[in-house]
């Protein structure tokens, strides 16, 4: 799979367009996002173990632009709704469902993400 290619999860034209065609800068910027979504996830689940709802509306908040950086547009959508979400009404479970769906659906695009980098 080439960056050009069609991945199910990853649009890499807004990456591209922001790094300049600089392949080290995507790279980097690739990296860094496979290497966070762990942390993201633990941190949610936590958060939402806590019902602390206010701290995960941040959290989503700050996912949403690393998602849509990665072109990961179901995602995007998603941490926009559960930032809106959790601080207008909170739901537990619309909110652990949508926890469950970025944590599904980021693993998936890493996996992308990997091959993208061979690539590179």
């Known amino acids: 799979m080439s960056a050009d290619q069609v991945t199910h999860h990853v649009n890499l034209s807004f990456l591209k367009e922001i790094s300049e065609g600089s392949?080290?800068?995507?790279r980097d910027l690739i990296n860094m996002f496979i290497n966070q979504v762990p942390t993201f996830c633990e941190q949610m689940d936590a958060y939402l173990k806590n019902e602390d709802y206010c701290t995960l509306a941040k959290l989503a908040?700050?996912?949403?632009?690393?998602?849509?950086?990665?072109?990961?547009?179901e995602l995007t959508i998603d941490m926009k709704n559960l930032e809106t979400l959790c601080n207008t009404k909170p739901n537990f479970k619309e909110i652990e469902t949508m926890v469950n769906r970025f944590k599904s659906i980021s693993a998936e695009a890493s996996d992308e993400l990997r091959i993208i980098l061979e690539t590179l």
């Open 23 to 26: 392949n080290d800068l995507m």
């Open 61 to 73: 908040h700050k996912i949403k632009n690393s998602v849509a950086m990665m072109g990961i547009e």
